[in-house]
């Protein structure tokens, strides 16, 4: 395999392996939070580092879901249809 393309798919890997952690900890911060026993302070701290690892999240997902179009559709990727898993 070129190096291009070995480093490709570790930078992919990287971003899959970022993506998941991210979510794990916003999951997690997200359970403390509506534990309710964190002070005013500790909710606000939470509450940012939340927003942060959400618009990372959706900048993930909005990447992939391009990602998905230009298979789909590599011509027009803006004009090709959204991914419907249950279309066979």
Do not use: H, W
Request: aromatic share 4%; proline share 5%; hydrophobic share 35%.
């Amino acid at each position: 395999m070129p190096q291009t393309a070995a480093r490709e798919d570790e930078n992919e890997s990287n971003k899959i392996a970022e993506f998941e952690a991210s979510l794990d900890e916003l999951e997690k911060l997200v359970a403390r939070m509506e534990g309710g026993e964190m002070s005013l302070d500790e909710s606000l701290q939470s509450f940012e580092r939340g927003i942060a690892l959400y618009r990372s999240c959706q900048s993930a997902l909005d990447e992939a879901q391009l990602r998905v179009r230009l298979l789909r559709d590599p011509v027009a990727a803006d004009t090709a249809e959204d991914f419907d898993p249950q279309t066979p």
